[in-house]
């Protein structure tokens, strides 16, 4: 009779012994949201799921509560019947990683949605995210150049800084997003598309970016019909490859449209899993996860190591003060705010001076710079809120000698604001425009006095 133990260390050397795997039953389902008995598997791994003979799913353990597991897919559950089985695959999601990814359109797991074939030239890596020590990052120190007149002359920006670009629907919005990922200096370009509507994923990648810009991109999107867990999963996956390339010593830019529909998957998720909500609806995890999304972005260890990143926040009914606003606003490096008001007007981009802000930009620009470009701000504003008055014919000329140079350069004023999406200005033919306006420093002492 052959030893025990001797014999038991023999089995465990043929080439045909297969792990323990444990399995589980489906035990309720309310939309994407699966909850399962039997299972021990740990959050974020995966499990195969047996519709039928024939037919399996895949989901990802999202959650816990005593011996029921919840589980989530992206995946269609039709076929779907109570009991049926569950095999944990003890396996975690993996992203594939490398120049492979550049003009591709992906989804959020990574799997290509154009028609161009296999991702070649790229290696699998599990999605996880690494501590960053705040002491370990570059400080913002030099200039992005976007492009964009009003950005690069009058709210500009960091290579390093997160901006977040606030708008209602219909503004500009996704013209904007295309301008900078055509004209931005940076190495590579990272999408996110999430909660889009699937028509406009296809609009945006042909008419806003361009083939040109395109085979610089990277687009990770997530339609509007997705599961929530997508769509939390392509805002991560496109942070996540920024990240590598980050670390390539390349300078990145991340665009990601938006981070209010990244707190509505949140949201989702969060409550389906049974967690109070609070302000609007959204439970806490939601103002925890999004301060951790944004954080990623930032320089590395020098300058060439750097994610700039730009996040669209929809403000609900054009209200600023929206949660997801206020929470993404206390994150963010600055914020562009988009005006309805100015888009009605016909002006383009419709960029509200007197609401945006670049809280890097002062240390970014030149002193000359900085001066005309708080002169430029100044004087427009000021036209703004005497517009009504001025209109009316209650002011008479003469009254107020600046006012009357600010009428006079008005119409140059506009013209320097507006841009067409097809026109690019760099940063030192932004400078130089701007110094068109150096007659408004005769005003200087007054400003300030106004400072």
Not at 112 to 132: Q, R
Not at 387 to 410: F, S
């Amino acid at each position: 009779m052959k030893d025990g133990p001797q014999h038991f260390a023999s089995l465990t050397k043929q080439t045909d012994w297969q792990p323990f795997c444990v399995s589980g039953k489906v035990h309720r389902v309310s939309g994407f949201l699966i909850e399962a008995t039997g299972l021990k598997a740990k959050i974020g791994s995966l499990c195969s799921i047996y519709c039928s003979d024939d037919v399996q799913i895949t989901a990802e353990v999202i959650g816990f509560q005593a011996d029921i597991t919840y589980l989530m897919t992206s995946e269609d559950v039709i076929g779907l019947s109570p009991g049926a089985g569950i095999v944990q695959l003890n396996e975690f999601p993996k992203i594939p990683l490398g120049d492979g990814l550049l003009g591709r359109v992906i989804n959020s797991e990574g799997k290509p949605l154009d028609t161009k074939g296999d991702l070649t030239n790229v290696t699998l890596s599990l999605l996880k995210f690494d501590t960053i020590n705040p002491l370990s990052r570059a400080l913002i120190n030099s200039p992005m150049d976007v492009g964009v007149k009003t950005i690069n002359s009058l709210l500009t920006l960091g290579r390093g800084q997160r901006v977040g670009l606030f708008a209602g629907t219909g503004v500009g919005k996704s013209i904007l997003l295309g301008m900078i990922t055509k004209y931005a200096e940076a190495d590579v370009v990272v999408i996110s598309l999430v909660g889009e509507r699937g028509r406009e994923v296809k609009e945006f990648i042909e008419e806003n970016v361009g083939q040109q810009a395109l085979s610089k991109t990277v687009i990770v999107a997530s339609p509007a019909d997705s599961s929530p867990l997508s769509r939390i999963k392509a805002a991560e996956t496109a942070t996540f490859i920024a990240e590598h390339f980050k670390n390539k010593n390349k300078r990145v830019l991340l665009l990601m449209d938006s981070i209010t529909r990244y707190a509505h998957a949140l949201r989702e998720l969060g409550l389906a899993l049974g967690e109070p909500p609070t302000a609007k609806g959204y439970p806490p995890s939601v103002f925890a996860k999004i301060p951790k999304l944004i954080e990623r972005a930032g320089n590395g260890n020098t300058q060439d190591s750097s994610i700039t990143g730009i996040y669209t926040v929809l403000t609900e009914g054009d209200d600023i003060h929206d949660p997801v606003a206020d929470c993404a606003r206390g994150i963010l490096d600055g914020h562009i705010v988009l005006s309805r008001q100015i888009a009605e007007e016909g002006h383009y981009p419709a960029i509200d001076l007197e609401q945006s802000i670049s809280r890097v930009m002062d240390r970014v620009i030149d002193k000359d710079h900085l001066k005309l470009a708080k002169l430029f701000k100044r004087c427009f504003i000021k036209y703004r809120q005497n517009k009504d008055y001025i209109t009316l014919g209650a002011y008479q000329k003469g009254a107020d000698p600046e006012l009357d140079l600010i009428l006079e350069k008005k119409p140059l004023m506009y013209a320097f604001l507006q841009q067409d999406a097809n026109a690019k200005f760099d940063f030192e033919t932004c400078k130089n425009l701007l110094k068109e306006f150096e007659c408004f420093s005769k005003f200087s002492a007054a400003a300030k006095v106004n400072e």
